[in-house]
């Protein structure tokens, strides 16, 4: 049985995932102990702080980002690792609760996170095991005609990169007899997520920005005028501040804590598979997803493991055995893989908002925020980095938009959010059972 529990940065140390052992190699940063003063302070070293900064330090502003454990010690350095497309939410769901008008806006951005990281990666050489498309595979003909409906609404807002996959097709890119048929998205993709997060940190350091690392905010003084960020060992007066903190800010802003509850999703990769196996399940190489609410995803690393996710855990604890958890579904879609070895087994937490969409806003004319991009991350902040420093060189256009969204509290609040979840969670799963 493998196991690990790092969801407090009480250590500081990365979590043992596949992506730890498999890192870059990289300085360790020191952690903040005087106080400074920058153009602007960055609390959070995830993708989205990640991308604020660097999208601000290219414009010349002087940047202090600021983490409380290391570079991608949360959800950016454990996830999937997936390219995908969209939001938690459908843009079909969108319409409907926000209006036409917030669809078509967010629609035209659907994709430009996947094209920010793409021209990250490229300038600034990062070596992440970047690969093409991902795919939406269906169990039954009713998950299929979701599929197809998806695919009319993007079509609708201007993506052309997606095509309708029956089951021989879907059999050129995985290999199951579990499914019915897909979608194939050639703008989505797959990469080392952890690698990614330690090069954009390192191409910000190259353009002058500070990063401090094992520096834990305790809170911020002052957040509606004149912002000070108080550490353990110093602060950093800033003009601007941004926090990205998600699913790991803690107490240190209140008034956002209740915001997005903590979720926590499991992840193991095996052992390298010989050749003709990883070829028998995924011969394309690309990475899914299946549609379920309680969904599985999947992907081939850079060595031919299989790297398997799945499962969610509201407010966040670990199960006691992640491989138990996980490896059911790997065999029951890949039989050919039981009882192959697991080397690496472990959880992360992403936050969830109650409408699925991802938020952003300001406690003050120099605090901005972003957050709850709700297990939809990996291009959602990249975009929201550079939405934000947008915002704070002037271009404020898709800022307000976005800020315009509004967020809606969990029913019952803290105390009884995560068993209204769970239960929502319980009907949703029962529906894919049954086919409803």
């Known amino acids: 049985m493998i196991t690990t529990t790092k969801h407090d940065a009480a250590d500081r140390s990365h979590t043992s995932s596949y992506y730890a052992a498999s890192a870059n190699q990289h300085a360790l940063r020191t952690a903040l102990d005087s106080s400074i003063q920058a153009d602007v302070c960055v609390v959070g070293a995830g993708f989205s702080g990640l991308s604020t900064a660097l999208h601000l330090v290219e414009r010349g502003q002087s940047v202090v980002l600021l983490e409380a454990a290391q570079v991608g010690w949360g959800a950016s350095g454990r996830n999937g690792g997936q390219i995908v497309n969209g939001f938690n939410a459908d843009l079909g769901t969108i319409e409907k609760r926000f209006g036409s008008e917030t669809a078509v806006f967010l629609g035209t951005l659907v994709q430009e996170g996947a094209g920010i990281i793409r021209r990250l990666i490229a300038d600034y050489h990062i070596d992440c095991d970047l690969k093409d498309n991902n795919l939406y595979t269906a169990f ?31 059999k050129k890119h995985v290999v199951s007899e579990q499914y019915v048929g897909g979608m194939i998205d050639y703008s989505g993709g797959h990469l080392h997520p952890l690698n990614l997060a330690l090069g954009e940190a390192s191409a910000i350091e190259k353009l002058g920005g500070k990063i401090h690392e ?48 903590p979720v926590s999703t499991q992840v193991m990769a095996t052992t390298p598979l010989a050749d003709d196996v990883a070829k028998g399940i995924l011969p394309s190489d690309a990475c899914v997803e299946d549609v379920r609410y309680i969904l599985d995803y999947y992907r081939l690393t850079a060595d031919k493991r299989l790297l398997f996710g799945g499962g969610t855990v509201y407010g966040g604890s670990d199960p006691a055995d992640v491989e138990a958890k996980l490896r059911p579904n790997m065999e029951k879609l890949f039989p050919q893989l039981k009882g192959v070895k697991v080397d690496y087994a472990w959880s992360g937490n992403f936050a969830l908002s109650y409408t699925r969409v991802p938020q952003m806003g300001q406690l003050g004319p120099n605090t ?20 934000l420093a947008n915002a704070l060189m002037g271009d404020t256009e898709h800022y307000d938009r976005f800020a315009s969204i509004p967020w809606k509290p969990f029913p019952g609040g803290q105390r009884l959010r995560v068993p209204y979840s769970t239960v929502g969670s319980w009907w949703y799963s029962f529906k894919d059972i049954v086919g409803l």
């Open 140 to 170: 039954n003909a009713k998950q299929m005609k979701g599929l197809q409906q998806r695919l009319a609404v993007w079509e609708k807002y201007g993506m052309q990169e997606q095509e309708l996959l029956d089951t021989q097709q879907l």
């Open 368 to 387: 901005y925020h972003a957050m709850g991009y709700s297990g939809h991350g990996v291009t959602g902040s990249h975009l929201f980095g550079r939405i």
């Open 214 to 261: 094992h520096t834990r905010v305790l809170r911020v003084d002052n957040i509606t005028t004149d912002p000070v960020v108080i550490t353990e060992n110093g602060s950093v007066a800033c003009g601007k501040l941004v926090l990205c903190g998600n699913a790991y800010l803690g107490n240190a802003v209140p008034k956002l804590q209740s915001r997005v509850m």
